[in-house]
């Protein structure tokens, strides 16, 4: 007879579920954006883009792992959980670890963006500090910005404008306003990362009072706005064409039967399929930010 026993994940495999490396385009494309459009305008460093990149990174997965404890405590993830385990409220690590780990990978973080506020100053130790804030405020604290219905409005500023502008501002100490629209096309491609999660988590978010826009606004109005934001993200590399920036933006556009094709999937999809619409809007962000960054540069290095 065959064994039923369900094999424990390693501390390797039980890390990257924690991590949710999936999620992570969504912290590296705004940093990668905003040295391209940096190149583009003759104002490129490398070593504060490089910095930026790790602290964003380590920022987002601080966020992630602090979302497993805060989750857990307020009973979020539990066995009805439609989406990827969650190690904590598995048991798989435990609570008091992944503290520990968050805070030392926090404190990490801090650190090394303080290089970062040497060259640029108090508007980039004001960023640094209000996005470790937020990494904490999302879920924890007397009013934890996911549960609330607000988390779409900071993931679209701290993912968007603020990874956007700060990076670029690292490296150029200026910040013109057409970098901040620019910003707006990562931003909403991270807002429709999250829109999918909370859609697919509406009914048990609704059962645990987590009421995210999805969870108030219902899954019609949600997926709506899916394709509003996915226009938006479209329309940003026009935008630039038009300020002076080269035609090769327009190879972002190669990416639209993918975003289409995740629309769809939208639509069509429930419940764990949505999973797959999740990892799907991963990658549509990732390939459109890929293509536009390479389309900004294209024009100086061939």
């Not at 690590?93 to 780990?101: A, D, L, N």
């Not at 910005?145 to 404008?161: K, N, P, T």
């Not at 797959?276 to 389309?295: E, I, W």
Request: charged share 10%; aromatic share 10%.
């Amino acid at each position: 007879m065959p064994s039923t026993v369900t094999r424990r994940p390693s501390a390797l495999d039980a890390w990257m579920l924690a991590i949710r490396p999936k999620t992570l385009p969504a912290g590296a494309v705004p940093i990668v954006l905003a040295s391209a459009i940096a190149y583009a305008d003759g104002v490129f460093k490398p070593l504060p883009a490089l910095v930026a990149l790790i602290c964003a990174l380590g920022i987002q997965i601080a966020t992630n792992f602090i979302n497993e404890i805060y989750d857990f405590r307020k009973g979020a993830d539990t066995a009805e959980r439609l989406g990827p385990t969650r190690t904590v409220a598995a048991g798989i690590i435990s609570e008091k670890t992944m503290i520990r780990v968050s805070a030392a990978l926090a404190a990490s973080v801090f650190l090394l963006g303080l290089s970062l506020v040497a060259i640029g100053g108090w508007p980039i130790f004001l960023i640094g500090v209000l996005s470790l804030i937020f990494a904490w405020a999302y879920t924890g604290g007397p009013y934890p910005i996911a549960y609330s219905g607000l988390g779409d409005v900071f993931v679209f500023i701290f993912f968007g404008l603020v990874a956007v502008g700060g990076t670029y501002f690292v490296q150029s100490l200026t910040l013109p306003l057409h970098v901040l629209v620019a910003a707006s096309a990562p931003g909403a491609m991270s807002v429709n990362i999250l829109l999918v999660n909370n859609i697919r988590d509406i009914e048990t978010d609704r059962k645990v009072g987590k009421m995210t826009l999805p969870a108030r606004i219902g899954p019609s109005a949600a997926r709506a706005i899916y394709v509003i934001l996915t226009v938006l993200a479209y329309a940003v590399p026009l935008y630039m064409i038009g300020m002076g920036y080269s035609l090769w933006c327009l190879l972002s556009l190669l990416s639209i039967p993918l975003a289409v094709g995740m629309v769809s999937r939208l639509y069509r999809s429930e419940g764990r399929e949505l999973n797959q619409v999740l990892a799907g809007t991963g990658k549509v962000l990732t390939v459109h930010g890929a293509l536009f960054s390479a389309g900004l540069i294209l024009k100086y290095i061939i």
